[in-house]
Each structure stands twice: as C-alpha cells, then as structure tokens.
C-alpha cells in the first residue's frame, strides 16, 4: 500500500504560480548585476563523488548528504553547496583559462537541515566566483556586489556583517584542538551558545587562547569592536586581519552607511574553507542571512589548482519569500482568450501565432464546447477579452 505518493519529502515543497513567479524575477534582477560585473554562468551537475566534498580545508558531514550509489557501486551525493563543485571545474577542465574567472550559478543545493530550525533541505541557490585574485580590490568587488544584490531584492531595508574567518583559525592553532573539539567550539561559537561554550573550554585549561575564544561570540557591533578586539588577543597574523577588517569596515560604511553594517567577529562559517574575509546579508522581515560567503584560499589547491579566490552565494527561496510578503501579487491572465467554432480550429491556432509575434499578447485556446462555458471560464480566470474565431473573428 502506497503511503507517501501525495505528499513531498521533509525538507522540501512545491512552489505554485505566484512562487514561481517571484523567483524568476529575483533571478533576472540578480543575474543582471551579475552579467553586467562581467560574469559567465557554469551549472555543476546535481549529483557529484562524495571525495568532491572532503577535502582538507574543508569536508561536510555525512549524516548531512544525500547519499546514493552509481551502477558501479561508488559513493554519490546530491551536491550540497556550490562552491566545492566549482572549484572541481576550474581545477579540471578551467585550469588553462586566463585569470581572474569570474563566474557566477545558478542551482539547488541539497542537504540535510535540523527539522527543529524549518530549513529546506533543498535550495535555490544563485551566486559568484571570483577566481584567480588574493587582491583587496578582489574583496570590495565582492562586499560591493553583495550590497547591490541585497538593495535589488528588498523594497524596505537591508544590512551586512564582516567579519575573517581566519582569526577563529589563529586561535584554535594556537589551542591545538582535535579536529571534533575545534568543530564544537565552533559550533558553539556560531550559535552563541555561551554556557556551553565555557563549560567546553573550561575543561580544557585556563589560557589567554581559551579567554579570547570565550569571549569571541561577544565581539559584536560597530567599530568599537576593533578596540575590543586589540584587547582580546594579540600577535602578528591577528593584528593584521583586524587591520585589514578595520579598513573593509570603513570603505564599506561609506557604500551603506554604519546604521546598517555590523562587525562579528564571532561569525565562524560552518564551511570551513573560508580563510579571510566572511560577509552575511539579510533583508528586514527574514529572519536568517539570504547571503553568505567570503575568501577562500586554500580551497582550490585540494583540487591540485592552487589559487586565491573569494565569493558568496544567495539563497533565492528566501529572496522570494521576502518578496512576496513586500508586494503580494497574482500570475497575470492571458489578454485575450480564443474560442474557435467548428471548423475553425486551425484558424484559431494561427491567430493566436498571429498576435503573440505582432501584438505581443498573451493568446489562450478555449477548449469548452459553447460560448456560454467559454464567458464562465473567463470570468474565472479573469481574461477581459473573449474573440470568436470564425470567418469574422468577432471579439466579445
């Protein structure tokens, strides 16, 4: 007895009409800015090796993937973020193409979420790829781009957080954690979950490295976390990645203002190949960023192409849903509506072509029997203009 042919898998659900509506033109308006930055679009295929996503700088957890075998027998996933994927692409059949690439998709992502937070397990996800550059200029392209994408699909407000991803690295090599412990505490961080975070770090000793990681969810807020900061923890790489973050912070401010810039030096992505530079996006009424992403250096080289690179993806479900509820709207009617008499059909057929090519409207065939059905359906539907096909073609 079949149990689950009405239904869809957790995780997942069916977009009608309007949706679809709304994420196509979230699309075009992203893919605009994209294309006129001097992007190219790549689509990876759905289904990718698991060795794709463990890698040493960064690896998803199993329990995490959709997994299946091919015919035969090796280990597949549906591919659960992009970026890995593409890296594959450019280290493979990119390799000999002029740097920098930049490139830009636009895919679902497929990955098991805690059924406790309401995420989708699957994605629309588009993004960018700045490939082949370590260069600060590299950095403000992407921040700048971001910040244009966030202001394209929002009609009230939206804000940024900066923050590098390789001063929770610095410290936890200077902790020398086992790779499970490092993932807690980054967990921990990332949630801020304080209590369980100085429980964890409280058996493991009483340094200045497990003072500063304490304290590291708290540094949070305007440019006086650089100041705080100072304060924290300090040597040579450290001092620098807040000096670099310091001058991102002030370049950025004057594209959006301090009011909606944040630094968060607790922001610790749960993709660990990030190396410097992280960004977040959010669009007020939603409560999780709708963009998320940064550099990422070292990223490439595990696919034997070792080159810089930076970039962020967008999660256009999210853009929509936002959209939505900014201006509610209904899938517009066809303009015109054809009801051919008998005999006539392969004229209606032909006037439809007719005024799709020279007038541009939207031309619907009736498939009722009499006219009397063909006025109902359109009062339903809300087509304004009824045309008989005849030998007149008279318009009711």
Do not use: W
Request: glycine fraction near 6%; charged fraction near 30%.
């Amino acid at each position: 007895m079949k149990k689950y042919d009405l239904i869809t898998p957790e995780g997942t659900k069916d977009f009608l009409f309007e949706e679809c509506l709304v994420r196509r033109e979230a699309e075009k308006k992203i893919h605009d800015i994209f294309r006129s930055k001097g992007y190219y679009e790549l689509t990876t295929p759905a289904l990718e090796f698991y060795d794709v996503f463990q890698t040493e700088s960064g690896h998803y957890p199993q329990e995490r993937l959709y997994k299946l075998t091919d015919s035969k027998g090796r280990l597949l996933v549906m591919r659960p973020e992009s970026t890995m994927p593409i890296a594959r692409v450019v280290a493979t059949r990119l390799r000999d193409a002029s740097l920098p690439l930049r490139l830009f998709y636009n895919q679902s992502v497929y990955r098991f979420e805690s059924a406790l937070k309401g995420r989708s397990n699957e994605i629309l996800q588009t993004g960018i790829e700045l490939i082949g550059s370590a260069s600060h200029i590299a950095d403000l392209e992407m921040v700048s781009t971001a910040i244009e994408v966030l202001d394209s699909c929002t009609e009230t407000s939206f804000s940024l957080e900066i923050g590098d991803a390789g001063i929770f690295k610095e410290l936890m090599r200077e902790l020398n954690a086992t790779d499970d412990e490092r993932e807690n505490i980054r967990y921990l961080i990332e949630t801020k979950n304080y209590p369980a975070l100085n429980d964890m770090l409280d058996s493991m000793g009483d340094t200045p490295v497990i003072a500063a990681l304490k304290r590291l969810p708290a540094m949070f807020g305007g440019e006086e976390v650089f100041e705080k900061a100072a304060e924290l923890y300090s040597n040579e790489r450290i001092n620098l990645m807040l000096e670099d973050l310091r001058k991102m912070y002030a370049e950025v401010s004057k594209l959006i203002g301090k009011g909606r810039l944040t630094v968060d030096l607790g922001m610790v992505n749960n993709a660990d190949y990030y190396t410097g530079v992280i960004i977040k996006g959010y669009l007020e009424g939603y409560g999780e960023e709708v963009l998320s992403g940064g550099r990422y250096n070292k990223l490439l080289a595990d696919y034997g192409y070792d080159i810089p690179a930076t970039g962020f993806g967008v999660n256009v479900d999210a853009i929509a849903k936002v959209a939505i509820k900014e201006n509610p709207r209904e899938v517009k009617p066809a303009d015109v509506l054809l009801f051919a008499e008998e005999g006539y059909e392969m004229k209606a057929i032909e006037l439809s072509e007719k005024l799709r090519n020279e007038k541009h409207l939207v031309t619907e065939i009736a498939l009722c029997d009499d006219i009397d059905s063909v006025r109902e359906y359109a009062r339903e539907k809300k087509i304004d203009r009824i045309i008989v096909v005849d030998s007149e073609d008279t318009e009711v």
